[in-house]
Every structure is written in C-alpha cells, then in structure tokens.
C-alpha cells in the first residue's frame, strides 16, 4: 500500500502542477489585457511584467488552487478506474477507502498552503504590486520630467526642470504652470523640487522648496513666496484608469482585517456597506481555502463511479461541478456584501454540501452503490448511445 499511495500522491502532485501553471498562465493573459493601458504608460521591460505578476499571483492562487486540487484528485482516480485498476486493486482485497490517504495527504496540504496565501501571501503580493506600479510612475512613466524639457503630459499642466535626478526624483531650477482653474493661471518657479510617491493614496506629488508663486486672474497678479509648496497628481491619470484603494477588504491581510472587526473605533468601518465587505472577506479568507480539501473529497467517489469515461469529458464534468460550487460561492458573497445573507452561513454552506456529497459518495462508491443522480446520468448516457 505504500508503493500505492506514493504512485497516487506524485500523480497527483503533477497534475495538480499542470492544472495550476495552464490555469494561471490563461487568468495573467486575459488580466494583461485589462491592464493594457496601464503598461503601455510605462516604459517597462520583460522583467518588469514578470516581476508585476509575480506579486499578483498570490490572489490568482487563492481562486485557482482549489479547482486544480480538485481537476488533480478527479483526473487521477479516473484514469485508474478507466484503466480498471480499482478492479484489480479490489480483486487483491484493497478497498476505497485504502486509497484514501493519498488524496486526503495531498488536500490537507494543499489546504495549509492556501492558508498561507490566504492569511499572508495576499496581502503581502496586492501592497509589493502597489509599490512597484507607484515606482515605475515616478521613475520610468511619463511622469519622469527629463532635464531640460517641458513636459504636458497632464491637461492644462506644464512642467519643466534645468536639472533631473531620476533615482532619487530631485530637480533644480525647477518651473510649473498650472492652468486647470478658469481665467486663472498658477506659475510656481522653485530653485529646487522633488518628486515623492505614495502608494497608500494613489498619488504622486512634486514637493518645491523656496520658491515662489505667481498668481494671475485677470489683470490682477499676485506673488507669493514661501519655504515648501506641494502638487499632488493623481495616480489613476497616469496609469490607465488603475485605481488605489488603502481600504479594500480583498488585499488587506487578515491581521487588518481582524483588528477592524474587532475594533469599532476604526473609522473606516463607519460606512455600513464597507463594513460589509469587510465581514464577508474576514469568512472567505477562512473558507475559500477549506475548498481544496473539501472538494479534493467530493471529486473521489464521483470519478470512481465514472468508469469507462474519457478524459476529454471527464474534465469537462469536473469543470462543471466546481462552476456549481463556484456559483453558490459567488452568490453567498454578493448576499453577505450587501447584508441580505449572513456570511458565515452563506459562505460555509457550499463547503458543507459539497463534503457531505462527497463522504456520502465514497461510502456508495466502496459498496459499488450508485447515488440515484449517477444512475439519471447514466440513463441519458444510454440514450444517447441508442440515438
């Protein structure tokens, strides 16, 4: 049996890998094109791309691992039961539930890794992605003012410096014009200036340092002089339509979002929708991760009853069974975001369905019983070999 168990867990261990690098390779494809403009308003190299979905993969991971945990446990047993090696397995006196160890070894452990991504890992990859676009703005985007140039890369906004340094983002001898307000026109004119980032409100601001202001309405001018000046630009101009946000409950880390749960003096739990999403993100990041192991159990017993099915639609089924979970998933999410639903309940009943599904098909499947939805499918799968 341990020769068994160690066959069945490196099986699973490759699909598993296969599953999970085709389906992240297709999510960064199609999350590439959303954020086509906000590439292209970098001057970014390969590494830069590869480094940007590095720290995104983490949530990716989060959605993915519990499909692939279940395509791995599905597409294994499968092959065995088409191949009949249950059948010579059971003519050696080995049971179902001899064979259980492997896949509930490989669903535990792929459960504590989505923990881990979870708890830390989404966290930690969202504020590493937030960090490194703000950088590249102030560094590598069009932001970047070179010495000696007038830049108008902003509407109504003109910016120019005699001297540039692009590491640490100071100018000298440094010349704005703002006019963004009607009949009014802002010249600020500084013998030095920086340029500062910052990720937490999506901005980036030039900090001026004794200089001054001229001020012109009308026939009126005004001039003003003073020891620092700032301008903040919006991030979201810069980068395509990406958006910041400090307060999003799905790329904070749990020990944040604990702390708001617990602590009412926090003011960003004020807004009762924000409170909301932030109660139904506190449960998802506890059972999102349980579906690798819940689901790695339920896809036993069905590719076990499955014999003689083809790969091809074996993965298709599959597919489809965890759009089901997927779907309740989603459905108690958007009810537990608006407050129709409690989250708790919504959120751990497709959890609780799907495992119940699963103990009471592996008990059917070690008697050779067939559950009463396997036997309609088989109904129409004899009817469509007549027709």
């Not at 980036?204 to 001020?215: E, L």
């Not at 020891?227 to 990406?242: A, D, E």
């Not at 993100?281 to 690798?292: A, M, Q």
């Not at 019983?369 to 036997?375: A, D, E, Q, R, Y």
Request: hydrophobic share 45%.
């Amino acid at each position: 049996m341990k020769i068994v168990h160690r066959q069945i867990f490196q099986e699973l261990v490759k699909l598993f890998g296969l599953s999970t690098a085709s389906l992240l390779g297709l999510i960064i494809m199609g999350r590439m094109l959303q954020l086509r403009e906000l590439f292209l308003s970098q001057n970014l190299g390969v590494f830069d791309l590869f480094q940007l979905f590095f720290y995104l993969c983490p949530f990716f991971l989060l959605l993915i691992m519990p499909i692939a945990c279940m395509l791995s446990v599905f597409l294994t047993f499968l092959r065995m039961s088409s191949e009949n090696e249950h059948v010579a397995l059971k003519a050696n006196g080995v049971s179902l539930y001899q064979l259980l160890p492997a896949p509930l070894l490989f669903g535990c452990a792929c459960t504590i890794f989505c923990y881990f991504i979870s708890f830390y890992g989404l966290s930690w990859g969202m504020d590493n992605f937030k960090n490194t676009i703000v950088e590249y703005a102030r560094t590598r985007s069009k932001l970047a003012i070179q010495a000696g140039v007038f830049n108008r890369d902003f509407p109504k906004l003109t910016f120019y410096a005699h001297k540039v340094d692009s590491g640490s983002g100071k100018m000298e001898s440094v010349f704005v014009q703002d006019s963004t307000l009607k009949d009014t026109t802002v010249t600020v004119v500084a013998p030095y200036g920086k340029i500062e980032a910052n990720a937490d409100r999506g901005e980036i601001s030039i900090a001026f340092r004794n200089g001054r202001i001229f001020r012109k309405h009308g026939e009126e001018l005004n001039i003003l002089q003073f020891g620092t000046y700032r301008i903040r630009l919006p991030l979201s101009k810069l980068l395509g339509g990406f958006k910041f946000s400090k307060n999003k409950p799905s790329e904070m880390s749990i020990s944040r979002l604990w702390q708001l749960h617990t602590d009412p003096s926090q003011s960003v739990i004020n807004d009762p929708m924000l409170r909301q999403k932030l109660e139904t993100e506190l449960v998802k990041r506890w059972t999102l991760p349980l579906g690798c192991l819940v689901l790695g159990l339920f896809a036993f017993p069905v590719a076990c009853s499955f014999r003689g099915l083809r790969q091809q639609y074996g993965l298709l089924l599959s597919m489809g069974l965890f759009l089901v979970y997927y779907t309740f998933f989603s459905v108690a999410v958007s009810l537990g975001e608006t407050g129709v639903l409690s989250p708790f309940f919504g959120l751990w009943g497709p959890n609780v369905i799907f495992l119940g599904i699963g103990c009471v098909g592996i008990y059917y499947a070690n008697q050779e019983k067939t559950l009463p939805v396997m036997i309609l499918v088989e109904y129409w799968r004899a009817w469509r070999a007549e027709s």
